[in-house]
């Protein structure tokens, strides 16, 4: 998924705010999870939540960046799935080029539940389907 940075997306100095990192790569993850295979969040009775994380900032980007977020399955279980994704400046606005720069890494636990009772409860055939596409 590929993403340009705005003004809300950094601080007073144009760089990244460091929080909006872990939020880019929770958009892939809802992109590529729910939205690219035309789930309706609305129809659904389970979802993922994240148990833990662990973030490495290795660089940073700046107003006017072009960014990229990338998702691999690391390990899947019944009822939780591991991912990293990495972040990757793929365009420079201050120079102009392209590039190809790891700037971010998260590794993330993802936590399957019934939304109607907050319990763990195994995944899905479907997403099971979509985990292992990856």
């Given at each position: 998924m590929q993403i340009r940075i705005y003004y809300e997306d950094t601080d007073c100095g144009g760089i990244?705010?460091?929080t909006n990192y872990i939020k880019y790569c929770e958009r892939a993850r809802s992109e590529e999870l729910?939205?690219?295979?035309?789930?309706?969040?609305?129809?659904?009775?389970?979802?993922?939540?994240?148990k833990n994380l662990k973030a490495n900032f290795?660089?940073?980007?700046?107003?006017?960046?072009?960014?990229?977020?990338?998702?691999?399955?690391?390990?899947?279980?019944?009822?939780?799935?591991v991912l990293k994704q990495e972040i990757y400046k793929i365009f420079d606005i201050s120079s102009e080029t392209l590039c190809e720069d790891k700037i971010f890494e998260l590794e993330v636990k993802l936590g399957?539940?019934?939304?109607?009772?907050g319990k763990p409860t195994p995944i899905t055939k479907t997403l099971l389907g979509v985990l292992n596409a990856r």
């Open positions: 990244v705010y460091h729910l939205f690219s295979e035309a789930f309706n969040p609305h129809k659904i009775s389970n979802a993922f939540v994240v290795i660089s940073s980007a700046k107003l006017g960046d072009k960014i990229e977020v990338r998702t691999e399955v690391l390990k899947i279980k019944p009822v939780t799935v399957h539940i019934d939304l109607l009772t």
